[in-house]
């Protein structure tokens, strides 16, 4: 499969929800909770405020954003992947039953402008087919001084030890382990999808571009992740 080819991408995000959390725990060794959490940590957001969460899958973000803010008041998640929105739906029933979870697309998201005080986006950015067109989205629906929070896998340009060390772990690691759960070839597609993926100082031009008043670029994991701190 292609990058930025939006129907395959979401085909392929149905057909691996069921396994998805499972397996993120599986390649990350657990560590994805904590890297969501240090982005909350770093954006604070405040109970009251209204949150926004694009490409939230299962729910994972959306739901630890609902912890930290002790509120699943005002938090909306949106994928466009039906199949992973009923796992967000059926996990957060209980106890966040206030989320709003809808089946839309991150780059239309058709809300009117400057909706939302914050917005977080989680292992997203990469998937879109254009990350510049996401971040434009982003910035519409962002309040004036709203901030944003968008965690994603590093992409490294030229030679580096972090870059061989990820070509590694997705190849030697993650593309094997998810083919004994036959979703090898869905699992593979991690690598091609970070091959045009910008850089942090790319992604830091391209928010600016958008209209984002600040940007700021900081890397979690050995320098393995990435995430754009940014305010409206
Ligand atoms: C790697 S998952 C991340 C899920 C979740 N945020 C997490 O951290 O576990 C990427 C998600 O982006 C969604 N996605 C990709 N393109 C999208 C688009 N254009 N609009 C909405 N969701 C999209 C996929 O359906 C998938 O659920």
Redesign the pocket.
């Known amino acids: 499969m292609k990058p930025g080819n939006?129907r395959a991408?979401?085909e392929m995000?149905?057909s691996i929800?069921s396994k998805?959390?499972f397996l993120?725990d599986i390649f990350s060794f657990g560590l994805?909770r904590l890297w969501?959490r240090k982005l909350l940590n770093t954006l604070n957001p405040i109970f009251g405020e209204k949150w926004i969460?694009?490409?939230?899958?299962?729910?994972?973000?959306s739901i630890l954003l609902a912890r930290y803010m002790k509120s699943s008041e005002n938090i909306t998640g949106?994928?466009?992947?039906s199949q992973?929105l009923s796992i967000a739906r059926e996990r957060s029933k209980e106890n966040y039953s206030s989320i709003e979870w809808i089946n839309?697309?991150?780059?239309k998201t058709n809300f009117p402008f400057h909706q939302f005080d914050g917005l977080l986006?989680?292992?997203?950015l990469r998937?879109?087919?254009s990350s510049e067109a996401?971040l434009k989205e982003a910035f519409r629906i962002l309040k004036p001084g709203g901030r944003a929070g968008i965690?994603d896998f590093r992409s490294f340009q030229g030679f580096s030890i972090q870059g061989v060390f990820q070509k590694i772990y997705l190849s030697l690691y993650v593309v094997p382990i998810a083919s004994a759960f036959g979703l090898g070839k869905e699992y593979s597609y991690i690598k091609k999808s970070l091959v045009n993926f910008p850089s942090g100082p790319e992604q830091i031009d391209l928010a600016l571009s958008s209209g984002f008043r600040k940007a700021e670029y900081k890397t979690l994991a050995m320098g393995q992740m990435g995430i754009l701190l940014l305010t409206s």
């Open positions: 939006t991408v979401e995000f149905n929800s998805y959390d993120n994805h969501k969460d694009l490409c939230c899958g299962t729910g994972d973000m949106i994928d466009s992947a992973a839309g697309d991150a780059l986006m989680a292992y997203g998937n879109l087919s996401g965690l």
